[in-house]
């Protein structure tokens, strides 16, 4: 077992899926970035013959790009860039407040949030994070970088992250866009459980040239809850209570508003060119990684 966990090269996911992570790519839906290095092209026509790097041919790549002789030798294929082709800032904004906490929240938000920069470190794309919590000493920003060498410290930064506080999620981005330049993709990954307004901070997001991803996590028991009786609700950041009775007649309000949150939400990021997806943090990771986010449109494999 010695052997087996020093090989391990994170805590967050097995090697096997590290290993199908590394093939997969970002999907995004518009075709703006900056002009620098990267694979998204720029849309404005033309070519360059500026060569940049090689990176690993990934399925779908346009094969008048691959490096034949390269080929020839090695047995590989191998992409060509050029500096026609630009660099997406990829920006991941992690919710730890002490909500997500609850029935591994926020190891899924994690294990997705490494996920999404490894596929960006590996297209050359600019990668970022932002941690949402009051843990004080604990850093809460990974400076923007690119390529392999980003992959540890992307990785050793998302293990450490742990929650507490009640930060609001719209504070937050607000925040980010303090420090950011750049246009790209802003991944959210919250359980959006927030009594802030979302309309501002995601107007921001999107005139900064970022694509809003939101990527809602909510626990089983908050999607399905099975509630009986007399109970006493305390919020688990806020620490206020709220006394029902026969908490079964009131299910139907829950879901009601449950569900107009997530239409709200999925409202609010297409207005902005942008996708919304909830899903469970019971769901395991690899059905969210391999099936519904490839289903959705968000990764290509």
């Keep these: 077992m010695g052997t087996a966990a020093k090989s391990q090269l994170t805590s967050l996911f097995e090697n096997s899926v590290l290993n199908q992570v590394e093939r997969m790519r970002l999907k995004p839906l518009r075709r703006l970035t900056n002009r620098s290095r990267g694979e998204h092209l720029s849309g404005k026509g033309g070519s360059s013959t500026d060569f940049a790097d090689y990176r690993d ?3 779908g790549d346009d094969l008048r790009y691959v490096d034949w002789n390269i080929f020839a030798r090695l047995n590989r294929p191998y992409i060509k860039q050029f500096q026609h082709e630009e660099e997406l800032h990829v920006v991941l904004l992690v919710d730890a407040s002490t909500s997500m906490v609850f029935e591994d929240k926020l190891l899924r938000a994690r294990q997705l949030a490494a996920a999404f920069g490894i596929m960006g470190l590996l297209s050359v794309e600019r990668v970022s994070v932002y941690a949402i919590h009051q843990r004080a000493g604990q850093p809460w920003m990974l400076a923007p970088g690119t390529g392999r060498n980003r992959i540890r410290p992307l990785l050793t930064f998302l293990e ?7 930060i609001p999620v719209e504070q937050a981005i607000e925040t980010m866009l303090r420090f950011h330049r750049g246009r790209g993709i802003a991944i959210l990954l919250s359980d959006f459980l927030t009594l802030g307004d979302l309309s501002r901070p995601l107007n921001l997001l999107y005139s900064s040239g970022l694509e809003v991803w939101g990527l809602q996590v909510m626990g089983e028991s908050e999607i399905s809850p099975n509630l009986q009786g007399d109970l006493r609700l305390v919020d688990g950041e806020t620490g206020d209570t709220l006394d029902i009775t026969n908490a079964s007649e009131l299910l139907h309000v829950y879901h009601d508003q449950r569900m107009w949150l997530q239409e709200s939400l999925d409202s609010m ?3 902005r060119n942008g996708r919304f997806l ?4 019971a769901t395991a990771l690899t059905a969210v990684l391999f099936e519904q986010l490839c289903r959705q449109g968000w990764v290509r494999r």
């Design 269 to 271: 990021c297409r207005r």
């Design 278 to 281: 909830s899903i469970s943090s």
């Design 160 to 166: 450490q992250v742990e929650g507490g506080g009640s």
């Design 57 to 59: 041919y990934v399925a």
